[in-house]
C-alpha cells in the first residue's frame, strides 16, 4: 500500500539536525506509519547528499512523517520534535554545522502552519528553552528522498559510534518521556 498517498494519513515535514537522529526519533513513534529521510528547502532539482553536504544547494536534512492522526496529532509530533533537538541553534545541532542541519518546519497545510505557530509561541511565552527559539515555519517545498544507504539508518547501523554517542541519547530521551506515545514493535 501506497502509505503516502492514503486519504487515512496525513505528512509531516520536519527539519532538526542530521536526518538520521530524527528518523530514528519519530519511527518509534505509535501511530507513524512510514518515516523517509530526505532533502527538501533548497535550489536544485534532486540534490544528492555529496551536494548538501557543502551548504551550497540550500536543502535540509529533513524527515517526511506519514502518520495517522487518529493516533498521533500533529501537535504531538511538534512536542516530540522540539523535545529532540535544540531548536534555538541557528544551523547548527551539536557538532554539526551548515544550513542542512537547520531547524525548520516545512507545513503541508494551512492548519499545520497554525498549529506549528501556536506551539512555538507557548514554547516561548513558557521560556522552555534559555534562548529564543529560531526554528523556521515554511511551506512545503519539494522533498527528495536521500540515498538507500540513509534510510533508516540507525535501525541498521545502532553499533556504529555516532549512533551510539548522538543518536542513542535522543532514543533513551524519547523512551523516558514519551513512553506512552512508543510503538513497542520498534525499539
Not at 120 to 129: G, N, P, T
Request: glycine share 6%; charged share 25%; net charge negative.
Amino acid at each position: 500500500m501506497d502509505k503516502q498517498n492514503n486519504s487515512e494519513f496525513e505528512t509531516a515535514i520536519f527539519a532538526g539536525g542530521c536526518f538520521w537522529c530524527t528518523e530514528a526519533v519519530f519511527q518509534r513513534l505509535s501511530g507513524v506509519e512510514q518515516v523517509i529521510s530526505g532533502y527538501t528547502g533548497g535550489t536544485i532539482k534532486n540534490p544528492a547528499y555529496r551536494e548538501i553536504c557543502t551548504g551550497r544547494t540550500g536543502h535540509a536534512e529533513a524527515v517526511k512523517i506519514i502518520f495517522n492522526p487518529t493516533q498521533v496529532s500533529y501537535t504531538e509530533l511538534l512536542e516530540v520534535f522540539f523535545a529532540t533537538h535544540d531548536p534555538t541553534t541557528m544551523n547548527r545541532q551539536g557538532n554539526d554545522v551548515g544550513t542542512q542541519y537547520r531547524s525548520e518546519i516545512f507545513y503541508t497545510s494551512e492548519g499545520q502552519k497554525e498549529e506549528a505557530e501556536k506551539f512555538i509561541a507557548l514554547l516561548e511565552s513558557e521560556k522552555v528553552f534559555p534562548s529564543k527559539i529560531v526554528t523556521a515555519i515554511s511551506e512545503e517545498k519539494p522533498f527528495y528522498n536521500a540515498e538507500v544507504e540513509h534510510q533508516n539508518y540507525f535501525n541498521d547501523n545502532s553499533n556504529q559510534p555516532y549512533c551510539q554517542f548522538i543518536i542513542n541519547p535522543k532514543i533513551k530521551k524519547l523512551e523516558k518521556h514519551y513512553a506512552q506515545k512508543l510503538n513497542t514493535t520498534l525499539k
